[in-house]
């Protein structure tokens, strides 16, 4: 199939079950000419049909790998284990997929968002993987609580929100209330985060595109393992333990999230350097429904140059 052939993602999702727990997992075989392994961590409130667009963008350097995360995507959440979705749940997990689909081989990660930290921590806490890791690339990745740029009782309400909605019955209730089809249709749209998100349609079709992937997500991503992920990347510090390695931190200039200063510091305290690589975008990752081209801003030219290095 050439490259820039239309695609369906799918033709390239596959079963995945680790640990008991069901998901799946997005495989774009290497494009001619190319042998390189890339494994793409989605971040929160994901799933592989959000972030089809920029797989497809970054498969020009490479095969793509992307798995489910435990309660995200549709894949089954860590509570059917017993276990919690903590930081170091989801890193051990990570470490496990990476040791059974990259036995003999190395990879290029990269991290989106929330997805970064929790490569972070899985470098940490397996320091033996560091030497199959080609190229690291956090994009919009962040390192520490204090990252966040909100003022503190937007963050203290993020905070025991998401705390309260982090237990079994609360997190059913507002599953099927706050949202529920009918209310995000109703109501979604005119939130705080969800503002600049809706303002990128450019018609009523767009729209209709955009809260169809919402609506999506929502119902997608494991409600509970959403609140309680949200209170481990509030008040986590992954500044604890330094990982051996470089680090392309792909920041935007306008992030309506982070503070980018502070994030470079914290960077610097992890990794061994430090290649800033700045995108001049209006929010924190483009539209959930990004095409190859809308997504490839998240790919800049410094980026792209060190990819198409990758062997």
Not at 2 to 20: C, E, F, R
Not at 47 to 67: C, D, H, I, K
Not at 138 to 151: E, Q
Not at 166 to 175: D, G, K, P
Request: proline residues 5%; aromatic residues 12%; charged residues 20%.
């Amino acid at each position: 199939m050439p490259h820039n052939a239309p695609k369906d993602i799918a033709d390239y999702i596959a079963p995945l079950n680790i640990n008991g727990m069901d998901g799946r997992m997005l495989r774009l075989p290497a494009p001619k000419g190319k042998s390189a392994e890339l494994l793409f961590v989605y971040g929160h409130h994901s799933s592989l049909e959000r972030w089809w667009g920029l797989a497809q963008a970054m498969n020009r350097y490479g095969a793509v790998t992307m798995p489910d995360l435990p309660g995200f995507g549709g894949m089954d959440s860590f509570y059917k284990i017993g276990k919690k979705p903590t930081i170091d749940n989801l890193a051990d997990y990570l470490a496990a997929f990476i040791k059974l689909r990259y036995r003999r081989k190395k990879v290029a990660i990269a991290g989106m968002s929330f997805g970064f930290t929790i490569v972070t921590r899985m470098l940490q806490r397996y320091p033996e993987l560091v030497k199959k890791v080609t190229l690291l690339v956090s994009i919009v990745g962040f390192a520490h609580k204090d990252d966040f740029t909100f003022s503190k009782p937007r963050y203290y309400s993020y905070l025991y929100g998401a705390r309260s909605i982090s237990y079994r019955l609360s997190s059913t209730i507002f599953r099927y209330t706050a949202v529920n089809t009918l209310a995000l249709r109703a109501f979604y749209g005119r939130t705080h985060n969800a503002k600049h998100k809706f303002a990128e349609a450019k018609s009523k079709e767009d729209y209709q595109r955009l809260m169809n992937m919402e609506v999506s997500l929502w119902h997608d991503n494991d409600v509970r393992t959403w609140a309680y992920t949200s209170t481990q990347f509030l008040t986590f510090d992954n500044c604890q333990v330094q990982v051996d390695l470089p680090v392309w931190h792909v920041s935007v200039e306008a992030d309506n999230y982070f503070d980018n200063h502070l994030i470079e510091q914290h960077m610097r305290i992890i990794f061994s350097s430090f290649h800033g690589v700045p995108i001049d975008v209006k929010s924190h990752a483009p539209s959930v429904i990004a095409d190859p081209k809308a997504a490839s801003i998240l790919l800049p030219p410094k980026l792209r140059r060190a990819l198409h290095k990758l062997q």
